[in-house]
């Protein structure tokens, strides 16, 4: 992610556009109302009813306009959507409203007494300078103002200096008043601006960066799920989805640490498939894996009790860890497991032993302590298997004691 350093200008200038409405609507139909009923007050009994009636009535139509205008482009967004459209609108009502003013400062001139005269012109200059605070977030709003409001009066004054003996001070002074707010307009403009660019930089790299930890986030989290599955890939065999040797290894090196510590017993059964090979030979290694599953399931659904791992511990080779589980509660176990395989009734027709597949088993039983390890639990128990497999296979053998095996033949 690209962080955007500077506002595009065209944002900023709707931004502006957004700004100038939100702030300046309420503003400019207040100070504007304020002043129509200050000049209606004033010329009450200098100016026909009627003529300053329909002034009041039109000015108060044309603020109505306005506010109504900016309130739809607010709504609709225009700042967005036309923005150039809708600033020359603003720029027209500017000026219009300016227009107003001058106009009727122009027509009262020389209907009344020139005391009304100067506080009515006062009245258009606090006006004008109160508008500076509201809207110079768009220059040229403001100066559309200034230009049509005080400087018709300025020249209007500098070429009429002697209809009163202040006029051509009068003019001047606009004019130079004018010159001031233009300058004052201007930077705060631009301070105006620079705000306004400098709080958009500051929301848009929180926004990205935001956006960046969300994105890290999920990479985290991808990552974690590729660990995950990595993890697994090492520690699951892809045929049977069983445990592979890594995984038992690790599990027989918790359990005989488990097992130090609670003094209880800890078993495992090896079995092997009899006669895989020639079941391979005869059907095929597509068959054979599926043999494989089949047993797999059979395995996980002969194991019940919480802790205990299946796992495939290589070729034809399964084997099965039951913590807590005493010499006795292990043979009925691999009891279970040979009526399960005897019951899925596996064709296997190579086998002399039975005409479906059958598996020999080696169960060992210690009582873990400081000098068992887990290849000695394994030898153990494949000491029990090769002596089932010797025995005639289709066996199960429990070696308790490295010199008293026995036996249960099929």
């Not at 609108?89 to 209907?111: D, E, K, N, P, Q």
């Amino acid at each position: 992610m690209i962080y955007q350093r500077h506002i595009p200008r065209e944002e900023l200038f709707s931004a502006q556009l957004e700004m100038l409405m939100q702030n300046g609507q309420m503003a400019t139909v207040v100070a504007n109302l304020v002043g129509l009923v200050a000049t209606m007050g004033i010329f009450w009994p200098f100016v026909e009813f009627t003529s300053i009636m329909l002034w009041g009535a039109a000015f108060l139509i044309l603020l109505l306009v306005r506010s109504l205008s900016m309130s739809n482009a607010l709504v609709n967004h225009s700042y967005r959507t036309n923005p150039r459209g809708l600033f020359w609108r603003l720029i027209l009502g500017s000026a219009a409203t300016g227009l107003v003013w001058s106009s009727a400062y122009i027509f009262a001139a020389t209907r009344v007494p020139i005391t009304m005269q100067y506080t009515f012109l006062l009245l258009i200059v606090m006006i004008t300078a109160i508008s500076v605070g509201f809207s110079v977030i768009v220059r040229e709003y403001f100066i559309s103002f200034l230009l049509t409001a005080l400087w018709p009066i300025a020249w209007w004054s500098l070429v009429h200096y002697w209809y009163e003996p202040y006029n051509l001070l009068i003019g001047l002074v606009l004019l130079a008043f004018s010159a001031v707010l233009i300058v004052i307009c201007d930077r705060v403009h631009r301070t105006f601006r620079n705000m306004l660019a400098l709080n958009w930089e500051r929301e848009t790299m929180a926004r990205e960066l935001g956006d960046m930890a969300g994105s890290l986030r999920d990479r985290n989290r991808q990552l974690r799920d590729a660990r995950r599955q990595l993890t697994d890939l090492a520690n699951i065999d892809e045929l049977t989805g069983l445990g592979n040797r890594r995984m038992v290894n690790t599990a027989l090196k918790a359990e005989i640490n488990r097992a130090r510590r609670t003094a209880m017993p800890l078993s495992v059964i090896l079995l092997d498939v009899d006669y895989f090979k020639a079941y391979n030979d005869t059907y095929g290694h597509p068959a054979g894996d599926e043999v494989l599953q089949r047993l797999a399931d059979i395995m996980q659904n002969a194991t019940s009790r919480a802790g205990e791992v299946v796992g495939r511990y290589g070729g034809e080779e399964f084997i099965l860890v039951l913590p807590g589980s005493s010499p006795s509660s292990a043979m009925r176990i691999a009891e279970r497991l040979k009526e399960f395989i005897a019951e899925a009734a596996i064709p296997h027709g190579e086998s002399q032993v039975a005409d479906h597949i059958t598996v020999s088993q080696g169960v060992a039983t210690v009582q873990a302590d400081a000098d068992v390890t887990p290849e000695d639990l394994i030898k153990l128990a494949d000491t029990a298997l090769y002596k089932a497999k010797a025995s005639g296979r289709d066996a199960i053998v429990l070696e308790d004691a490295p010199r008293q095996p026995r036996v249960a033949e099929a």
